[in-house]
């Protein structure tokens, strides 16, 4: 049974300090059933704090989702258990809204005809559309192994190498600013011959409200024949 209640657990559950007073867990507790609670509290009493993600049920039956951190200590004798609850709810929404949008994502980026790759904030490669293995003739794990390495050149339109260490992805992190129209050669084994050329746009991901950006998203369309053309001309 409860021994003691927050005025806070009264607001979220709807009850009076009374009849939580009153009450057995079993009663509030809406995921774990009795036998799944006493194995709990076992592994609590005889371990180390434990947390946990439940449901939690209010006085009017509806039913929220919480994160507790469970705890035991000795009093008069007596083991009890400390529950300190948070209510989750808007962070589980946040977390289904971020589920759907990376769903809509994918499923634009997958038809899409140019290639499109998404880095991290740490500038590393987390996502590429099948249009990207196409053009790049390398499956989504060789591109990350390739990019991690320093096995591969890049060219300027001019046909001048970019300097060493000069990376569009650790510019735009860095500048938080987008790019648009670079025209790349890539020599990805470095035999100083140019196997592609790509004009890439580029531009910060950033979460709503924040100045840094925390990815950037890359698009890439193969000029390489349009380039040999425009040279014959």
Same mark, same amino acid.
């Given at each position: ?48 704090? *434990? ?12 039913? =929220? ?7 035991? =200590? ?6 009890? =258990? ?42 590393? *490669? ?19 192994? /390739? ?14 190498? =970019? #300097? ?39 531009? #910060? ?12 998203? /890359? ?15």
């Amino acid at each position: 049974n409860l021994v003691e209640v927050t005025d806070q657990a009264c607001l979220s559950l709807g009850y009076s300090r009374e009849e939580l007073l009153e009450m057995s867990i079993l009663e509030i507790e809406a995921a774990y059933d009795s036998v799944q609670l006493s194995s709990i509290w076992t592994s609590v009493r005889y371990g180390t704090p *434990l947390t946990l993600e439940s449901l939690y049920r209010r006085k009017d039956g509806s039913e =929220f989702p919480v994160e507790i951190r469970l705890g035991s =200590f000795s009093m008069q004798n007596k083991t009890l =258990f400390l529950t300190l609850v948070r209510d989750i709810s808007e962070r589980k929404k946040a977390d289904s809204a971020l589920r759907e949008s990376e769903e809509r994502y994918r499923s634009v980026v997958t038809t899409m005809r140019e290639g499109v790759v998404l880095f991290d904030h740490s500038g590393k *490669l987390v996502a590429s559309n099948p249009e990207t293995e196409k053009i790049l003739k390398k499956n989504h794990a060789e591109l990350v192994e /390739m990019l991690g390495s320093e096995g591969w050149s890049a060219y300027r339109d001019s046909g001048r190498k =970019f #300097p060493a260490g000069w990376n569009p992805v650790s510019l735009t992190l860095k500048k938080a600013r987008a790019y648009e129209k670079i025209v790349m050669g890539f020599d990805f084994d470095k035999d100083s011959e140019v196997e592609i050329w790509l004009e890439v746009n580029i531009s #910060p991901v950033r979460w709503e409200g924040s100045k840094t950006p925390s990815g950037v998203v /890359m698009t890439l369309t193969d000029v390489t024949e349009k380039r040999k053309v425009t040279q014959a001309l």
